[in-house]
Nanobody
Framework: QVQLVESGGGLVQAGGSLRLSCAASGRTFSSYAMGWFRQAPGKEREFVAAISVSNSGTRYADSVKGRFTISRDNAKNTVYLQMNSLKPEDTAVYYC????????????????WGQGTQVTVSS
């Protein structure tokens, strides 16, 4: 069982930056690929970014490539999402996600979810 707790959301102006954090419980964090999804009002939850178990690989949605960076610190059981050059269309609830062994890019692949943190980008 893995419990995920996100933090770092908030209100920011367009062009600004935020860093989201996701703290995981348990001693097996390093065996989980981690990721971020987001859900805007009235829309489906969508993949944002993911990082492999060994920190050797990352994947990004086309909409955030070059602006967002995912990273993890296995010693701290934490995954981060650095978001730069934020746009109003990035406004959403951001969810941390975990999958044993392999990166998840669709909801059905995710084993554990966090409760979500709101990110609002004003124009």
């Amino acid at each position: 069982q893995v419990q995920l707790v996100e933090s770092g959301g908030g209100l920011v102006q367009a062009g600004g930056s935020l860093r989201l954090s996701c703290a995981a419980s348990g001693r097996t964090f390093s065996s989980y690929a981690m990721g971020w999804f987001r859900q805007a009002p009235g829309k489906e939850r969508e993949f944002v970014a993911a990082i492999s178990v060994s920190n050797s690989g990352t994947r990004y949605a086309d909409s955030v490539k070059g602006r967002f960076t995912i990273s993890r610190d296995n010693a701290k059981n934490t995954v981060y999402l650095q978001m730069n050059s934020l746009k109003p269309e990035d406004t959403a609830v951001y969810y941390c996600a975990a999958r044993p062994g392999f990166i998840a890019t669709i909801q059905s692949e995710v084993a554990y979810w966090g409760q979500g943190t709101q990110v609002t980008v004003s124009s």
